[in-house]
């Protein structure tokens, strides 16, 4: 094996190489930094926009809540005077049936 000779100027400047690319390393570890930095501000900017949407979100649901009981109310009662009506209807319709069974029995059949 042969050895190699660094006197000639060949050792400084490998090892200049070395520390150049030390450098670009420090650089790119640098701006990954940076991003992760950015990254995490718009992610804290992003929970924050959400957090205040929660928040917000009560007082709209608590409305929207409030008007579908009113119109269940509503159609409760209408329902209500359904039922009502069609209930006369029914004792009105017995009522007649019976009086045409007693006007039949009382004629003689």
């Known amino acids: 094996m042969q050895t190699v000779e660094w006197t000639d100027g060949k050792l400084e400047e490998r090892l200049d190489r070395i520390d150049e690319r030390f450098d670009r390393v420090d650089e790119r570890i640098g701006d990954v930094g940076h991003r992760i930095t950015e990254t995490?501000?718009?992610?804290?900017?992003?929970l924050k926009e959400v957090d205040r949407r929660i928040t917000e979100t009560p007082e709209h649901v608590d409305h929207r809540l409030?008007?579908?009981?009113a119109e269940v109310r509503e159609l409760k009662q209408g329902m209500e005077a359904l039922q009502?009506?069609?209930?006369?209807?029914?004792f009105a319709l017995v009522v007649a049936v019976f009086g045409v069974l007693v006007a039949t029995i009382l004629k003689g059949g």
Do not use: I, K, L, S
């Not at 409030?66 to 009981?69: G, N, S, Y």
């Not at 009502?84 to 029914?90: E, I, P």
């Open 84 to 90: 009502t009506t069609f209930q006369r209807g029914n």
């Open 40 to 46: 995490a501000q718009e992610t804290n900017r992003r």
């Open 66 to 69: 409030d008007r579908v009981e």
